[in-house]
């Protein structure tokens, strides 16, 4: 079966601080991933998404940036925090041959102080 | 454009008890709609989903969701609340791609 980690499970960081989240996932081939951030009170809005090694694409300009090194990993980067930055982040992954059906991480929560 | 609105944004129940989740949506194109269900603090878990076969649609958990195209809703219900289904629910949406449209959410209360 398929499983996807995440961590670190919470990072509390300075503002200004560099960023690196990690996503893995296992049991699975070629799959497409995603990066969400949601705030608090919102709902969840898409940063990233990957169908591929070395292929990003952006949904929000922003302070953050993606990276696909390997197959199934995907990482959440930031060279300088902003406090807007604070959030919970979840990854998450589809089947490579299909969109819809995503299935997500247990989150990291980030808050920049 | 695809779109989401989850009528409620709490809604408490008792043990016991029916529970009913409410999501309109609208959409250019033949759907898909899902479920989620959070615990605070985890990750996303999928309840069901739809993608037209039939309209009435089983989860886990005991829950399921009923697709009405001539409303543009898929409510969540389930027969007898547990005080584990307490948690946020979240209704989605997607046309095609890779574009997932999340309500807002509704944060359903059990009380014993």
């Known amino acids: 079966s398929q499983t996807i980690h995440q961590w670190p499970a919470t990072l509390v960081q300075p503002v200004g601080s560099p960023l690196s989240l990690e996503c893995t996932v296992e049991?699975?081939?070629?799959?497409?991933l995603y990066w969400y951030r949601q705030a608090a009170g919102r709902g969840l809005q898409l940063l990233f998404y990957?169908?591929?090694?070395?292929?990003i694409s952006s949904e929000v300009p922003q302070n953050l940036s993606a990276s696909r090194p390997q197959d199934r990993q995907f990482i959440l980067s930031s060279k300088k925090l902003l406090l807007s930055d604070s959030g919970f982040y979840l990854c998450?992954?589809?089947?490579?041959?299909?969109?819809?059906?995503?299935?997500f991480g247990p989150g990291t929560r980030l808050t920049v102080l | 454009a695809q779109s989401v609105t989850q009528l409620d944004s709490h809604v408490s129940v008792s043990e016991g008890t029916p529970v009913l989740l409410r999501c309109n949506y609208s959409?250019?194109?033949?759907?898909?709609l899902f479920w989620y269900v959070q615990h605070p603090n985890k990750g996303l878990q999928l309840l069901l989903k739809y993608t037209s076969a039939a309209t009435l649609v089983k989860g886990i958990n005991g829950f399921e969701a009923e697709f009405k195209k001539s409303e543009t809703s898929f409510h969540l219900t389930k027969p007898s609340a547990h005080m584990s289904d307490a948690a946020e629910y979240f209704c989605v949406v997607s046309d095609s791609g890779y574009a997932l449209n999340f309500g807002k959410g509704t944060s359903l209360l059990v009380t014993p």
């Open positions: 990957s169908v591929g090694i070395g292929q």
């Open positions: 959409s250019s194109y033949s759907p898909s």
């Open positions: 049991g699975t081939s070629n799959p497409n």
């Open positions: 998450a992954w589809s089947p490579g041959s299909s969109y819809n059906e995503q299935f």
